[in-house]
């Protein structure tokens, strides 16, 4: 079945970084979202992505569709503590042609570094 | 203009019982999707309810059922609980159902299950 596989799982940031994460899948997706989640919050979408090869900015973030429409990755540039959560990608899984649930991937946790 | 709103916020229930949880989807939405969260994974569709009817379902078994109402208000309702039914309940709306549009998550209802 369509997977999505994240990566790193964890990391570390210290303030003034620059981040970057990566989902991949063995599938196509027609669509691929990125959504942030604060403790005790639900998702929050940040970008969306439509078509192969598109980059997308939102603020200090950027997103791309990967040409191969198997992976996408997130950047987030000049990181400051409420950059701080856990990011999901997530794609619509199709049914009969009409696109509906979405699947996510197992998320990046991002931490400030001690 | 009030976005996604879920009831409870969190539930304690033994093994065995029933629980009902509540939805209120963004103003404007008529679509409303659930997903399971287990910790440290990212959201698992279980269905969605488009016009009073489930639409598409996810991999659960039927303990797990819902309903529509008129209103467009949702409730999702597991039976014969498990211990593994310990989660985050996410409700999420959006508008139309032709799978491109972008769904809005609520704060969602954690559920222990002892």
């Known amino acids: 079945g369509q997977q999505l596989n994240q990566s790193p799982q964890s990391m570390f940031i210290q303030e003034g970084e620059d981040v970057s994460m990566n989902c991949t899948s063995s599938s196509i997706f027609n669509t691929w979202l990125w959504y942030k989640q604060d403790p005790g919050e639900g998702p929050v979408l940040l970008i969306a992505l439509y078509k192969a090869g598109e980059l997308t900015s939102n603020g200090r973030l950027t997103a791309q569709f990967g040409i191969t429409r198997k992976d996408s990755f997130l950047n987030i540039s000049a990181s400051i503590p409420s950059d701080v959560g856990i990011y999901f990608c997530a794609g619509p899984k199709n049914y009969g042609g009409s696109q509906g649930n979405l699947i996510f991937g197992k998320g990046t946790k991002l931490s400030v570094k001690p | 203009d009030a976005g996604v709103t879920q009831s409870p916020t969190h539930l304690i229930k033994t093994r065995g019982q029933q629980v009902t949880l509540r939805c209120s989807p963004k103003s404007g939405h008529d679509t409303v999707s659930w997903y399971q969260q287990a910790l440290g994974q990212g959201p698992q569709f279980i269905f969605q309810?488009?016009?009073?009817?489930?639409?598409q379902r996810g991999n659960f078994p039927d303990r797990f059922s819902g309903h529509q109402f008129p209103n467009y208000s949702s409730e999702l309702n597991v039976n014969a609980l498990l211990l593994g039914d310990s989660a985050l309940y996410l409700c999420?709306?959006?508008?139309?159902?032709?799978?491109?549009?972008?769904?809005?998550f609520g704060p969602g209802t954690r559920l222990l299950v002892l």
């Open positions: 999420a709306s959006s508008l139309g159902g032709d799978g491109q549009e972008t769904q809005y």
């Open positions: 309810y488009y016009e009073e009817e489930e639409r």
